[in-house]
């Protein structure tokens, strides 16, 4: 009966809600089934799902050409529905690859040639669709750059801010603060509830570029491995075997399996030593760089490119 106490969207949080009401946040999310969903469209959004997994770069345009190679005669018109839906845009340059509420704040990106070289320097969120036999789900999380390290996640059968706050809430309490907090210009990033928890804890805020298509690549790379690893191999069939799933799967991503571009170490042994980590993202569109940053800057950007081998 106390489930039906908690209300998302509401001004007091999920964490808060779940505290007074003595009810653990990982039953609210388990009882939180997705809707069933138009057998088509369901299949159509699986299929997006798979080959945006493989070319994050496509478009509505190319979408439609993949479509209807696999025989599924679609306009574009319901491939951007259907895409918008499940939270894809393309990752090539160009307008509109993130929508934000137009009343909400956009923060410039921070992290243009940064080198992060420690722990809690700079993390990043992002939201992606993950599939279910009967309908699907949202899964959010928070990850730290220099370790690749997964603080927090949350899963969701609707795409409002209240879960990436909660996400964000607990990573904050486990971790404590980073210096930069990066995310892209979605609407439940850049809305004043989410904000607000950031700026009450003094962090800088950063969102992620038009058109920039690694501003946040860690995270992307994150997505890809999971999919390929877990998601399409197990195939879940409901939200209870979904955070079942993903609870396992995560403490393997942290706990045991080895990252090439961490010379092998696990994300819990980086992010505990501060050792073997690191990241930047190269400002590939400056007409300023120097000869001697070239210079002193060359290992970071080494760290760069071992950045495409991230989840290897």
Same mark, same amino acid.
């Given at each position: 009966m106390r489930l039906g106490w908690i209300e998302r969207g509401h001004e007091v949080s999920m964490v808060r809600q779940c505290e007074l009401t003595v009810i653990t946040r990982s039953v609210v999310y388990a009882h939180s089934q997705p809707a069933e969903e138009d057998g088509a469209d369901l299949l159509l959004c699986h299929l997006l799902d798979e080959e945006y997994t493989r070319h994050p770069f496509y478009g509505s345009r190319r979408m439609v050409v993949f479509l209807k190679g696999k025989g599924h005669e679609v306009n574009r018109k319901r491939v951007q529905r259907l895409m918008r839906t499940i939270g894809l845009a393309g990752m090539a340059p160009g307008p509109n690859t993130s929508r934000s509420h137009p009343e909400n704040r956009i923060y410039p990106y921070l992290l243009r040639g940064v080198a992060v070289t420690r722990p809690n320097q700079v993390w990043s969120i992002d939201i992606t669709y993950i599939r279910l036999k009967h309908g699907f789900s949202y899964l959010v999380a928070i990850i730290d750059w220099f370790s690749r390290k997964v603080l927090s996640w949350r899963l969701s059968n609707s795409m409002d801010a209240s879960f990436c706050i909660d996400c964000l809430e607990q990573a904050l309490q486990q971790y404590g603060n980073p210096e930069?907090?990066?995310? $892209? &210009?979605?609407?439940?990033?850049? /809305?004043? +509830?989410?904000?607000?928890?950031?700026?009450?804890?003094?962090?800088?805020?950063?969102?992620?570029?038009?058109?920039?298509?690694?501003?946040?690549?860690?995270?992307?790379?994150?997505?890809?491995?999971?999919?390929?690893?877990?998601?399409?191999?197990?195939?879940?069939?409901?939200?209870?075997?979904?955070?079942?799933?993903?609870?396992?799967?995560?403490?393997?991503?942290?706990?045991?399996?080895?990252?090439?571009?961490?010379?092998?170490?696990?994300?819990?042994?980086?992010?505990?030593?501060?050792?073997?980590?690191?990241?930047?993202?190269? $400002? &590939?569109?400056?007409?300023?760089? /120097?000869? +001697?940053?070239?210079t002193t800057e060359s290992g970071q950007r080494r760290a760069a490119a071992n950045s495409e081998a991230c989840t290897t």
């Amino acid at each position: 009966m106390r489930l039906g106490w908690i209300e998302r969207g509401h001004e007091v949080s999920m964490v808060r809600q779940c505290e007074l009401t003595v009810i653990t946040r990982s039953v609210v999310y388990a009882h939180s089934q997705p809707a069933e969903e138009d057998g088509a469209d369901l299949l159509l959004c699986h299929l997006l799902d798979e080959e945006y997994t493989r070319h994050p770069f496509y478009g509505s345009r190319r979408m439609v050409v993949f479509l209807k190679g696999k025989g599924h005669e679609v306009n574009r018109k319901r491939v951007q529905r259907l895409m918008r839906t499940i939270g894809l845009a393309g990752m090539a340059p160009g307008p509109n690859t993130s929508r934000s509420h137009p009343e909400n704040r956009i923060y410039p990106y921070l992290l243009r040639g940064v080198a992060v070289t420690r722990p809690n320097q700079v993390w990043s969120i992002d939201i992606t669709y993950i599939r279910l036999k009967h309908g699907f789900s949202y899964l959010v999380a928070i990850i730290d750059w220099f370790s690749r390290k997964v603080l927090s996640w949350r899963l969701s059968n609707s795409m409002d801010a209240s879960f990436c706050i909660d996400c964000l809430e607990q990573a904050l309490q486990q971790y404590g603060n980073p210096e930069i907090f990066n995310s $892209d &210009q979605g609407v439940q990033f850049t /809305s004043t +509830a989410f904000t607000d928890v950031l700026k009450r804890a003094e962090i800088m805020i950063s969102m992620d570029g038009r058109g920039r298509a690694l501003d946040n690549i860690f995270i992307e790379r994150l997505w890809r491995t999971l999919k390929y690893e877990d998601i399409y191999l197990k195939g879940y069939g409901t939200m209870g075997e979904l955070l079942f799933g993903l609870t396992e799967y995560f403490n393997f991503y942290n706990g045991e399996r080895p990252h090439q571009s961490l010379s092998n170490q696990t994300p819990n042994n980086v992010y505990e030593h501060g050792k073997w980590g690191g990241a930047i993202i190269d $400002d &590939q569109f400056s007409n300023t760089s /120097s000869a +001697a940053e070239s210079t002193t800057e060359s290992g970071q950007r080494r760290a760069a490119a071992n950045s495409e081998a991230c989840t290897t």
